[in-house]
């Protein structure tokens, strides 16, 4: 019954804002454009597009295998529909829908799918912000520069931390585990402290892929894509 409920929210939320970004688009204009259009670089831009999201798939894929067994076409599938849901859905909520799928689809927890979602999302960022940097570096200086320049490497030192967080869990996952055990019974029943220690446990699973520095590197070059 509770994923029935969930479903039927899910579809018509996504029909709402659906709604909300194609109510002003003028649809006679836009077949009337689509027609005079020239069909090359389109057919173009659709397969350049569709081997991009191929590779974000292996990659994300890459990173859940690091740990469970889970075939690519499934991954691939619940790519999709989280880019998708991140259109039409704000805050981009498309990441809370990928983690839904992938514990219904693949049999694993909520925990460790965002764990896994958090590595693909940080691998972006940190290939991001190291092309910016590497770029603004060869840019005349400036005052405005400077800022931007402050401001990125601010940011940089802050990913760095967080990816600095995540190894140090990953490597001492047991024992940070049994630490937060410790720490949640002074509060909670033991029952209870140990479900939520569990659901960090289950977390930190989800980042094993930096343990292994080639399924890292994997990772990373393809977030170059």
């Given at each position: 019954m509770k994923r029935k409920i969930l479903f039927w929210f899910g579809i018509i939320v996504s029909i709402v804002?659906?709604?909300?970004a194609l109510k002003d688009i003028d649809f006679g204009e836009f077949v009337s454009t689509l027609r005079g259009a020239n069909p090359g670089p389109?057919?173009?831009?659709?397969?350049l597009i569709t081997g991009l999201y191929t590779v974000r798939?292996?990659?994300w894929h890459t990173i859940i295998r690091a740990r469970y067994k889970v075939p690519?076409?499934?991954a691939f599938r619940i790519e999709m529909i989280g880019l998708f849901s991140n259109n039409v859905l704000p805050a981009r909520a498309g990441e809370i829908v990928r983690a839904f799928f992938l514990r219904r689809e693949a049999n694993v927890t909520k925990s460790f799918a965002f764990g896994t979602i958090l590595v693909d999302r940080v691998?972006?960022?940190?290939?991001?912000l190291t092309l910016m940097l590497v770029a603004l570096s060869q840019l005349p200086d400036s005052s405005v520069l400077a800022t931007v320049n402050n401001v990125e490497e601010f940011a940089f030192i802050a990913l760095s931390g967080l990816i600095l967080g995540m190894v140090v869990l990953v490597l001492f996952r047991v024992q940070f585990v049994a630490l937060l055990e410790?720490?949640?019974?002074?509060v909670l029943s033991e029952e209870n402290a140990c479900k939520l220690a569990g659901k960090f446990?289950?977390?930190?699973?989800?980042?094993?892929?930096?343990?292994?520095?080639?399924?890292?590197?994997?990772v990373l070059l393809m977030a170059l894509t």
């Open positions: 804002f659906l709604y909300i389109m057919i173009g831009a659709f397969v798939a292996l990659r690519y076409f499934t691998t972006d960022l940190a290939i991001l410790k720490l949640f019974g002074c446990d289950d977390f930190s699973r989800g980042l094993e892929v930096l343990r292994n520095p080639l399924r890292l590197a994997a």
